[in-house]
């Protein structure tokens, strides 16, 4: 079975561009977790969208967005860069959300993004 | 808001012994606790998941407990090896959907 899927694995951008980052889920899932980990520094919780739906948002300017499309695939989209933007971004899929509690988050590999 | 403390960045020990991580939390009890394992430049992988009414639970030479009195989960690995060198992360979460990430402990084990 495949497992969490990112895309691109790096991206070079510069001060005030926008960013795009990709996720396809594991088969199955509905739901997808945003993360942003940045250099010595824990996962920090950007988004949760599960059934297409933001369900939840971390402490990040709204700058910061993403949707989820119909096939449960999801975008992260960073608008203005800034340098502190730079990080590791995670994205987690888990089986879907029917308790109010998500269930074992499963991680992708991460898109290195480096803003000069 | 929640806060997750874990016991120190880095701890060293021998091949063969048991490594303890201590994952601290304040304020209100999780729904759940989770570890997980992160080696360098790649995502988190999932280890084990512990429920607020329970109090422990193992995994081959992974074993991890729960006491919502002390607000604190220990995350042992018994019969150390090298190869379990990583990052170890703990995660609370609670109703709601937010998981809550600890800082991480950088184990090393030494041949």
């Known amino acids: 079975e495949a497992g969490v899927t990112q895309s691109p694995t790096h991206l070079i951008k510069t001060r005030g561009q926008q960013a795009t980052l990709r996720c396809s889920p594991i088969?199955?899932?509905?739901?997808v977790y945003w993360y942003q980990q940045a250099l010595g520094l824990g996962l920090q919780f950007l988004l949760w969208?599960?059934?297409?739906?933001?369900?939840n948002r971390g402490n990040f300017p709204p700058r910061f967005s993403g949707r989820q499309f119909p096939n449960y695939s999801s975008e992260l989209n960073v608008n203005a860069l800034e340098l502190e933007d730079s990080a590791l971004y995670l994205c987690?899929?888990?089986?879907?959300?029917?308790?109010?509690?998500?269930?074992?988050?499963?991680f992708g590999p991460g898109t290195r993004l480096t803003v000069l | 808001s929640q806060k997750i403390e874990q016991n120190s960045e880095a701890l060293n020990i021998q091949e063969g012994k048991t490594a303890t991580l201590t994952c601290n939390y304040t304020n209100y009890s999780p729904a759940y606790l989770q570890w997980y394992r992160q080696d360098p430049g790649r995502g988190p992988v999932f280890l084990l998941l512990i429920r607020e009414n329970e109090k422990e639970k193992r995994k081959e030479r992974l074993k991890v407990t729960f006491d919502t009195t002390l607000k604190q989960s220990l995350f042992h690995i018994t019969a150390s090896q090298p190869a379990d060198s990583a990052t170890y992360l703990c995660a609370l979460v609670r109703p709601g959907g937010k998981l809550t990430f600890g800082q991480g402990t950088i184990l090393t084990v030494h041949p």
């Open positions: 088969s199955g899932h509905t739901s």
């Open positions: 969208y599960d059934e297409g739906e933001e369900r």
């Open positions: 987690a899929s888990s089986l879907a959300f029917g308790t109010n509690l998500p269930d074992t988050q499963y």
